[in-house]
């Protein structure tokens, strides 16, 4: 059964320390890996997407980094708008117009 | 930006009702999704629509769901009768093609009396 599990579930940074959260899936032919940004009664949103194993994705202060088991997503120098729920979600090869299968995210709260 | 966009944000209902939520995906896109979330849990899929028909279902979408794309904009998902278990958000998401990314709405919240 395809899954995602992310790690930790939550996390609370200080201003300007880095970190880095963690994604592991388990699916049957990967077509993308997802990480999405959600904040409190918001919809997800999209930040980047990673087809292959050694993919990196940059974005301001987010780089996503993926393998053929897990993602990453490194945040440098966190400000306390990076706050929310980060999402990893995972597409696999199960039908012409895929679903995405979504794990629990991780909280982030940066302290000023 | 191109933006999905969803009506209500907020519906209350009694249980039993119809209710049915509404979204505008980005215009040139062709894949189209309903996806729920329950307070507190994941997001989870209901349902994918192409080319006017269901492309793929979860075993969440039951009987008493259906979708709709009634005109060229807009997307909508049906409940017939709702139940107290249905209260959730809903998004709606939609997609250039079936390996990018999927972008999602600001989600309906539903809430079943």
């Known amino acids: 059964e395809d899954q995602v599990t992310q790690s930790p579930e939550a996390l609370r940074l200080q201003e300007g320390e880095s970190s880095s959260l963690n994604c592991s899936y388990t699916v049957s032919g990967l077509r993308g890996l997802f990480w999405y940004r959600q904040d409190p009664g918001k919809g997800p949103e999209f930040l980047f997407t990673?087809?292959?194993a050694g993919e990196e994705k940059e974005k301001e202060r987010l780089k996503a980094t993926l393998t053929k088991k897990e993602s990453f997503l490194h945040i440098t120098a966190p400000k306390p708008e990076d706050s929310a729920t980060y999402l990893c979600?995972?597409?696999?090869?199960?039908?012409?117009?895929?679903?995405?299968?979504f794990g629990s995210g991780t909280r982030l709260s940066i302290r000023p | 930006e191109p933006e999905v966009t969803q009506t209500p944000s907020h519906q209350v209902t009694q249980m039993g009702q119809e209710v049915i939520l509404r979204c505008v995906p980005i215009?040139?896109?062709?894949?189209f999704y309903w996806y729920r979330q329950i307070l507190g849990q994941k997001v989870e899929f209901l349902v994918s629509f192409y080319n006017n028909e269901i492309s793929e279902k979860s075993e969440i979408f039951d009987d008493q769901f259906s979708v709709e794309r009634p005109d060229g904009s807009n997307f909508t998902l049906k409940i017939r009768s709702t139940k107290l278990e249905d209260s959730a958000m809903y998004f709606c998401a939609s997609s250039v093609g079936t390996e990018v990314s999927q972008f999602f709405g600001p989600g309906t919240r539903l809430t079943v009396l």
């Open positions: 215009s040139n896109h062709l894949y």
């Open positions: 990673l087809y292959s």
């Open positions: 979600a995972v597409q696999g090869e199960y039908s012409s117009a895929s679903k995405i299968i």
